[in-house]
């Protein structure tokens, strides 16, 4: 049976830059043999973690109030059986974009479980791409890569980022670009 990876691509935007390159990507590793679950969250209706907190409480440890109301619990589920997911996500003001942290706060209630040693997974990759349009800049990627090395941790992935830069659309993403994904998610 061939290995599943799970893609993330965390853009708002549909066809967007980062959509396009994890499409692409995953037209690469189905290539190779992998069998690629893409999950766009500009394609997915879901609610943002709202801090209410339950998943932390006894009587609802590890819950979410949301997690029959979209994909997003059984994805984290997912996430700590595969052991390799790539994530892709552009960089708004030097940061995720809003939805895509809202989508990654959701990972509380499997964070409440992990406190308290009630989380089982082996230990795993979280490869990320990051894409910014800025050509220039050495902490673009900072703020970012320290949100997804904890957020990746739950899950027992660590992280890897590409960062690149100049990438302001679909258009500007060059075959050396894709060359440099390529090898980065094969490595
Ligand atoms: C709200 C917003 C904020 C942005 N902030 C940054 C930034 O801080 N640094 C940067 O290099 N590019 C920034 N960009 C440019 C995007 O990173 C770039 O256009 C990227 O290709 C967008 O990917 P997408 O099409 O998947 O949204 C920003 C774009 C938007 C829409």
């Given at each position: 049976m061939s290995e599943k990876i799970l893609l993330i691509s965390g853009?708002?935007?549909?066809?967007?830059t980062t959509e396009t390159l994890a499409l692409k990507a995953k037209v690469f590793l189905e290539a190779r043999g992998y069998s690629v679950r893409l999950f766009s969250l500009a394609r997915e209706q879901f609610y943002a973690c709202q801090?209410?907190?339950?998943?932390?409480?006894?009587?609802?440890?590890?819950?979410?109030?949301?997690e029959s109301k979209d994909n997003i619990y059984s994805l984290f589920q997912e996430m700590l059986i595969l052991r390799k997911v790539f994530f892709f996500a552009p960089i708004y003001f030097y940061h995720l974009p809003g939805r895509c942290k809202g989508f990654i706060d959701r990972a509380q209630s499997f964070y409440a479980l992990q406190q308290r040693n009630k989380l089982n997974a082996l230990p795993g990759i979280l490869k990320a791409v990051l894409v910014a349009g800025r050509p220039k800049g050495n902490k673009l990627f900072i703020g970012t890569e320290l949100t997804l090395t904890y957020f990746a941790s739950i899950f027992c992935l660590s992280v890897k980022v590409c960062g690149l830069r100049?990438?302001?659309?679909?258009?500007?993403?060059?075959q050396q670009v894709e060359e440099k994904v390529f090898s980065f998610l094969s490595i």
């Open positions: 853009s708002p935007n549909k066809n967007g801090g209410c907190q339950k998943c932390m409480q006894d009587s609802f440890l590890g819950r979410c109030i949301f100049g990438l302001d659309a679909p258009k500007h993403i060059s």
